[in-house]
């Protein structure tokens, strides 16, 4: 698991014309870091208005702050700014609504080198515009080797071994309409505390690698609604070879649907055998169905348990 680092200076270049946001002063320390490498809940609580005791990372000033400030004697005024821009947990300090920033605190935010932004956006769009931002961009995150499909409006990521036949799988679910998210390599995000969210490396975006074929550029040849930038993660379908010893092993009923780890969540998964003769293609689509059906409520192996054990109570008596 990874958390992305983030500077002063990235979120201006990123949300300079969303947020009409401009640099005041401080632009020596456009390398301030937003979140702490070592935070424990990365993306939580980065932004809020002017917190004294308790700072955010990224201080908002609007209407209120202002007039609170410039209510505060001159000696008290000069001491609360130094105390909000000497404070290790302020990055940054944003002033809203287009309003005037005060002397005082821009050349206090030269002197200690703490970025000074303003906009032209009220406060409570700023707050909630960088809050959903930054909620993505310092999401946890980790890698995967598979396929990552759309599959009847549901993210199926498609796991197994190297030469398995994951990306043939792809190709064939991509000709039966399904859409492709990535191949070989899948960024998955954990979002929100029960919400993954899988994308593709923008260096391997539009392309599936097929043993015999190459590199295919999906896009060209399936046209644009073949392809998806990120979708949630709700299915693991798990390809695996077809056991020796044959099926006596193999759970046919699979009462308890099995589960996949990924940053910290469990996501449901199905494991599929690979053998000659089945339609995998045909089956992820089954799986994708019975998941839907089972979040529904809907469970077959439950109700074909139950009607078998009604028809040996009912055979004795």
């Given at each position: 698991?990874?958390?992305?680092?983030?500077?002063?200076?990235?979120?201006?270049?990123?949300?300079?014309?969303?947020?009409?946001?401009?640099?005041?002063?401080?632009?020596?320390?456009?390398?301030?870091?937003?979140?702490?490498?070592?935070?424990?809940?990365p993306?939580?609580?980065?932004?809020?208005?002017?917190?004294?005791?308790?700072?955010?990372?990224?201080?908002?000033?609007?209407?209120?702050?202002?007039?609170?400030?410039?209510?505060?004697?001159?000696?008290?005024?000069?001491?609360?700014?130094?105390?909000?821009?000497?404070?290790?947990?302020?990055?940054?300090?944003?002033?809203?609504?287009?309003?005037?920033?005060?002397?005082?605190?821009?050349?206090?935010?030269?002197?200690?080198?703490?970025?000074?932004?303003?906009?032209?956006?009220?406060?409570?769009?700023?707050?909630?515009?960088?809050?959903?931002?930054?909620?993505?961009?310092?999401?946890?995150?980790?890698?995967?080797?598979?396929?990552y499909?759309?599959?009847?409006?549901?993210?199926?990521?498609?796991?197994?071994?190297s030469?398995?036949?994951?990306?043939?799988?792809?190709?064939?679910?991509?000709?039966?309409?399904?859409?492709?998210?990535?191949?070989?390599?899948?960024?998955?995000?954990?979002?929100?505390?029960?919400?993954?969210?899988?994308?593709?490396?923008?260096?391997?975006?539009?392309?599936?690698?097929?043993?015999?074929?190459?590199?295919?550029?999906?896009r060209?040849?399936?046209?644009?609604?073949?392809?998806?930038?990120?979708?949630?993660?709700?299915?693991?379908?798990?390809?695996?070879?077809?056991?020796?010893?044959?099926?006596?092993?193999?759970?046919?009923?699979?009462?308890?649907?099995?589960?996949?780890?990924?940053?910290?969540?469990?996501?449901?998964?199905?494991?599929l055998?690979?053998?000659?003769?089945?339609?995998?293609a045909?089956?992820?689509?089954?799986?994708?169905?019975?998941?839907?059906?089972?979040?529904?409520?809907?469970?077959?192996?439950?109700?074909?348990?139950?009607?078998?054990?009604?028809?040996?109570?009912?055979?004795?008596?």
């Amino acid at each position: 698991m990874s958390i992305p680092q983030l500077t002063a200076d990235d979120l201006f270049a990123y949300q300079q014309e969303a947020l009409k946001l401009e640099w005041v002063a401080g632009k020596e320390g456009k390398d301030r870091l937003l979140e702490n490498v070592n935070a424990v809940y990365p993306g939580i609580a980065l932004v809020g208005y002017l917190n004294i005791i308790h700072p955010n990372p990224i201080q908002i000033i609007g209407p209120h702050e202002i007039k609170y400030l410039e209510q505060l004697p001159k000696e008290q005024y000069i001491k609360t700014i130094e105390g909000i821009l000497q404070n290790p947990a302020t990055a940054m300090v944003l002033i809203s609504d287009g309003l005037r920033v005060p002397e005082a605190l821009v050349q206090l935010s030269e002197k200690h080198q703490v970025p000074l932004l303003g906009s032209h956006s009220t406060g409570p769009q700023v707050v909630d515009y960088l809050q959903h931002y930054l909620a993505q961009m310092l999401a946890p995150r980790v890698t995967l080797h598979g396929v990552y499909m759309e599959v009847l409006g549901i993210g199926v990521f498609v796991s197994g071994k190297s030469g398995i036949g994951k990306s043939e799988l792809a190709l064939e679910l991509l000709s039966r309409n399904h859409r492709l998210i990535a191949d070989d390599a899948v960024e998955f995000m954990r979002v929100a505390p029960d919400v993954l969210v899988g994308q593709c490396p923008e260096m391997l975006s539009n392309y599936l690698e097929v043993r015999g074929l190459g590199v295919l550029n999906v896009r060209s040849m399936f046209g644009e609604t073949a392809i998806r930038n990120r979708k949630k993660l709700h299915l693991v379908v798990n390809l695996k070879a077809f056991p020796e010893k044959g099926a006596s092993n193999i759970d046919r009923l699979q009462a308890e649907l099995a589960t996949h780890r990924i940053l910290e969540l469990d996501v449901p998964e199905v494991v599929l055998y690979v053998a000659s003769g089945r339609n995998l293609a045909v089956l992820v689509e089954v799986a994708t169905r019975s998941y839907i059906l089972r979040m529904s409520g809907n469970n077959p192996a439950d109700d074909f348990i139950k009607q078998q054990q009604e028809a040996i109570l009912n055979n004795n008596q």
